[in-house]
């Protein structure tokens, strides 16, 4: 079995002979190797995206807006991830965010990911029937109808959630009111034993 390291070096010297700078080539390897440490296919969808790299063209966004249509061409990963991430904190208070046809939506989720943990907000991706959840870089939960990941996602939208207790303040104060059993009352002793509490100088 290939370590993270050796598929992140190995990824990021392909990703430079496919055309990519070394700095976008080490995002791109950031990328793939969590991809891969996720579970996900990462390799794999690399490959066939670095397979047609050269015979096709795509489209670049400079500027991200709520609504984002392509021409004829579809979205570049690589390039809409790396600009999703330097906008991040800009694009949240969009709250939503449509794209249409994303090429190998899988090889953006690292991009998400991150932004995820950047922004400190979970993100919701949805395009056809599935959905992928990303919590702070931490992990991805998925519902994947699908055994492939498609090469081009026709609309996909992207959701930043707001962050919310998954319990009820009732259910807090309940188990709040059990750890004040682990609460020591001060006393005497306790105050004479406490740090700077002592009467004598070792100086």
């Known amino acids: 079995m290939k370590s993270l390291s050796e598929i992140e070096t190995t990824t990021k010297r392909a990703s430079r002979a496919a055309g990519f700078s070394w700095g976008i080539a080490e995002e791109v390897a950031k990328g793939i190797r969590l991809l891969e440490l996720f579970g996900f296919p990462g390799i794999k969808n690399l490959n066939q995206y670095y397979k047609f790299i050269n015979k096709k063209n795509f489209e670049k966004l400079t500027t991200i807006k709520k609504k984002n249509k392509s021409n004829k061409l579809s ?3 690589v390039d809409l991830g790396v600009r999703f991430l330097d906008q991040a904190k800009t694009l949240e208070s969009f709250k939503k965010i449509t794209f ?3 090429a190998h939506p899988i090889l953006f989720f690292p991009f ?3 932004s995820s943990e950047i922004t400190g907000k979970r993100i919701l991706f949805k395009f056809e029937k599935n959905t992928f959840l990303f919590n702070f870089g931490v992990n991805i939960l998925s ?3 699908k055994k492939e990941f498609p090469s081009i996602a026709k609309k996909t ?3 930043f959630l707001e962050n919310k207790d998954s319990f009820s ?3 807090w104060k309940n188990l709040y ?3 004040e059993n682990t609460f020591v009352e001060e006393t005497e002793n306790l105050k ?3 740090a700077g509490a002592g009467l004598t100088d070792n100086d």
């Open 75 to 77: 979205l570049c990963p």
């Open 112 to 114: 998400l990911s991150r």
């Open 100 to 102: 249409y046809k994303i």
């Open 192 to 194: 004479q034993g406490a």
């Open 157 to 159: 939208e992207i959701i």
């Open 169 to 171: 303040e009732k259910e």
């Open 143 to 145: 519902k994947f109808s």
């Open 177 to 179: 009111k059990l750890s």
